[in-house]
């Protein structure tokens, strides 16, 4: 883990909900270094997870096709 830099610009996942649940990720830092920075957004100046960009790739595939079953 990382502590979240000010410089980066941090997105929003589109599977985030309304509800608080919401990840954000740094796209222009993962395509410069290869490394994705993921955050929780309700903590903006906390610590990131850092992963490479391959294994969050895979990560999102497997969102994408409902391989993670929702948590309550």
Do not use: H
């Amino acid at each position: 883990m990382t502590t979240c830099s000010t410089t980066q610009q941090w997105v929003k996942s589109s599977y985030s909900d309304n509800g608080g649940t919401c990840v954000e990720w740094a796209p222009r830092t993962a395509s410069t270094t290869g490394i994705v920075p993921v955050r929780d957004s309700k903590n903006p100046g906390g610590p990131a997870l850092t992963v490479r960009a391959a294994a969050f790739t895979s990560f999102v595939a497997g969102v994408k096709a409902g391989g993670f079953g929702a948590t309550a």
